[in-house]
């Protein structure tokens, strides 16, 4: 009787196999997987989406295909590059999201990341930019030493040793700063050269919208400060107009520590940093094996980074924004909610005492 | 009455009571917790620590009558009639239970991984897979529960990532929120603490009923420690608008898995995490079919199957969208009372036996 019913059942699913729709199941090879979209305006309205696809096959002399579409919403946009593409679009592997300086200072790049945060089929590691002049010239560039520019985008926002002044923003981050009352948005600034990209600056934001950039230099300050471990090499002219003494330092070690004194009214930050590093490259007439020309140095250093720092702080304070995240220092003993208001009048009004001690570890190899 | 063969261990019980315990409310746990914001990560200890205490009736009352399961008390306690007439309700409300659990996690399959496809299908599998293991008796639930512990949870390794890029002074200052934020998240996040309480069914069939409490205590603070690790490095992940606004936590915590090899580890853990809900779903499945076996007062494997397609039908069902949040919703508040109810039943067996002793 059960030997019946099981083959029985066998036999009748076996038939029915025939049955089954067709595999809806795309390949690989159907698949256009979107890497870098760029972001510019269009009109009062729209934005002009500008989506780059890798394409596999070799044979072609440009290995990207690039679609542009004006439109006010992005799934809307996407709808409207599948009908012009031969492939079926996908976001699962998206890399890089770029956005033009107007479109920035608009205030529209929140709104476009909160929708692409919203959707889990973009990981979160996503890189933004924010580029000079029109984003889709970036994806439609032609270098001829570079093969994808999808590829050479990416690794160029991928964190390096030498390029750690830029924050590297991901779709994460930038949320985490936006949404946060403490932080202020950072990402990479970049500039299209004649054969290349190039981080040129980092720019910054106040609630979604751009406000200025800052220059390479300081955005090294700012990630100090934050407490980054590794930091990029650091030019030094000790005086100024002579150009007389110059150094390149190897930065080996930051610590930072910031206390402020807790009190909202009238807040005062004491800023202590604390760097190690090793001597590059020097000109200049001291004899760095005598012990008190080798200290003089260090105070030197000392000297000039700390109006460096202060520097920055001033600059950040004009522009009333704090990407640092001095405030945390506030509100990790404030009970009650914490506003951006708060920030903003912590940063504005806050009394910045710096000090800065630079060690010097060694001079290189050669004596 | 029942088949009363003492099979569990030590060990079985310590992983039944955990693994029964995280369910799909593991990945939503930081966002439950949110309206505490910051300050929410301290909250699943304290919530560890008051399921510790409601074991202690429990398993008082379950060592009085150490053959029975909680339907058999029941109908001794309060008679036959009102003691059915509570299982049945209680039938009800875990039937309900299982078809919330499952179609959470299934929802959430549908959002990250399928996203093109309806999720009857993989339903059907899974409920195959379900009845597979509920037949196997409790023993074969416990040890389900064993591997599946040992199969997912050294996925916390990904954690790793939260904490690199997290802030630590995020768990400052340390009592920043109203009593009434307080009750919210204690309302909506000590259901993630339900499950524990499913041992005063399957206590008969234990085998050193002595060491129950410690070894249940045990499951209790391994559940209570993950959870609080979970809801600690979300704290540090996050702002506080995206506890608040992100509805699978743990998922975008994965998300930020950076491997060189690999690129979407969050795919993988939440289809890792399918071994979380079948051994919740199938404690659960097992308890209703116990329940069903005393209301008919005989065992039949015939009533697993049945209730398993009730199930499969009743998550099929499309419900309005608002009757079914609100109902998944109260059936946190009935687990609550299902909570504390072993605390009347012992006032009772203590009046009972005065009442007998006078006599």
């Known amino acids: 009787m059960k030997q019946s019913i099981v083959i029985l059942l066998i036999s009748c699913s076996l038939l029915l196999i025939g049955c089954t729709e067709e595999s809806k199941r795309t390949s690989i090879e159907d698949l256009g997987m979107v890497s870098s979209i760029a972001f510019d305006v269009a009109n009062d309205k729209e934005m002009k989406m500008t989506v780059s696809v890798p394409h596999p096959t070799t044979e072609l002399p440009k ?46 790049v929140a709104e476009v990341i909160e929708h692409f945060y919203r959707n889990s089929t973009v990981g979160n590691n996503v890189r933004i930019a924010i580029v000079k002049d029109r984003a889709e010239d970036f994806l439609k560039a032609e270098f001829p030493d570079k093969p994808n520019i999808d590829t050479y985008l990416n690794d160029l926002l991928q964190p390096a040793h030498h390029t750690s002044f830029s924050p590297f923003t991901t779709l994460h981050d930038f949320q985490y700063s936006e949404s946060n009352p403490i932080y202020f948005s950072m990402t990479p600034y970049l500039e299209l050269e004649k054969e290349s990209f190039k981080i040129a600056s980092v720019a910054l934001f106040d609630r979604g ?14 990630q100090a400060l934050i407490g980054k471990g590794k930091l990029p090499p650091l030019a030094i002219k000790l005086d100024e107009p002579s150009d007389k003494e110059q150094l390149q330092i190897q930065l080996v070690k930051n610590k930072v520590k910031i206390t402020g004194n807790r009190n909202i009214e009238a807040p005062k930050l004491k800023i202590a940093l604390n760097l190690q590093g090793t001597l590059y490259e020097y000109k200049g007439d001291k004899d760095l094996g005598k012990i008190k020309e080798y200290k003089e140095l260090e105070t030197e250093v000392s000297k000039y980074v700390k109006k460096d720092v202060e520097d920055v702080i001033k600059k950040l304070q004009e522009l009333e924004v704090d990407p640092v995240g001095f405030s945390e220092y506030f509100r990790m003993y404030h009970k009650g909610r914490w506003t951006e208001e708060l920030s903003k009048k912590i940063m504005v009004s806050g009394d910045f005492k710096v000090t800065v001690d630079f060690k010097l570890l060694n001079t290189g190899a050669l004596k | 009455m029942m088949d009363q063969t003492k099979q569990l261990n030590g060990y079985h019980v310590v992983f039944l009571v955990q693994n029964v315990m995280m369910g799909t409310t593991l990945l939503l746990l930081p966002n439950l917790l949110s309206s505490v914001g910051y300050s929410q990560w301290w909250l699943p200890l304290m919530f560890a620590l008051i399921a510790n205490l409601l074991l202690i009736p429990m398993v008082w009352l379950m060592s009085q009558y150490s053959a029975y ?9 309060l008679g036959k009639w009102l003691g059915k007439g509570i299982n049945v309700l209680l039938i009800l409300y875990l039937i309900v239970l299982i078809a919330a659990t499952c179609e959470g996690y ?6 990250v991984a399928l996203q093109d496809r309806t999720i009857t299908g993989p339903l059907f599998i899974f409920f195959l897979l379900l009845v597979y293991i509920v037949s196997g008796g409790i023993k074969s639930i416990a040890r389900f529960c064993i591997i599946s512990f040992f199969l997912v949870t050294w996925m916390i390794y990904f954690m790793k990532w939260g904490i690199t890029e997290g802030d630590i002074r995020h768990a400052l200052p340390l009592f920043n929120f109203s009593m009434q934020e307080l009750f919210t998240a204690t309302k909506n996040g000590f259901f993630s603490m339900a499950g524990f309480e ?20 045990l499951g209790i603070w391994i559940c209570g420690i993950l959870y609080f690790i979970t809801a600690f490095v979300s704290v540090m992940y996050y702002s506080e ?31 890792l995490w399918v071994f ?8 659960y499945l097992w308890v209703v079919k116990k329940g069903i076996d005393s209301i008919r007062a005989s065992e039949n494997k015939s009533h697993l199957y049945i209730i398993s397609l009730i199930i499969y039908i009743f998550i099929n069902i499309q419900f309005p969208e608002e009757f079914q949040n609100k109902l998944y919703e109260r059936v946190h508040f009935v687990s609550y009372g299902f909570m504390i109810w072993p605390i009347f039943l012992c006032i009772i067996h203590v009046l009972k036996a005065k009442k007998e002793g006078v006599k």
């Open chain 2, 198 to 217: 499913l041992i005063l069914f399957y206590f008969p069939y234990i085998i050193h009923q002595k060491k129950v409490f410690k070894q249940a205590s």
């Open chain 2, 69 to 77: 399961n909680l339907f058999a008390i029941h109908e001794t306690l």
């Open chain 1, 209 to 222: 919208k751009m406000l200025d950039t800052i220059s390479t230099k300081e955005a090294l300050i700012v």
């Open chain 2, 241 to 271: 608008w995206q506890l608040e606004n992100v509805l699978y936590p743990v998922l975008y915590l994965f998300n930020a898995v950076k491997f060189s090899f690999l690129e979407r580890v969050d795919v993988i853990a939440i289809t």
């Open chain 2, 106 to 111: 299934l929802e959430l399959i549908q959002v």
């Open chain 1, 63 to 108: 290995n990207t295909q690039t679609y542009s579409v004006d439109t006010q919403l992005i799934q809307e946009g996407l709808v409207k590059v599948s009908s012009q593409a031969d492939k079926m679009i996908i976001l699962n592997q998206l890399r890089t999201l770029l956005f033009s300086e107007e479109l920035a200072r608009n205030g529209k």
């Open chain 2, 276 to 283: 979380f809900i079948l051994s919740t779903a199938s404690a």
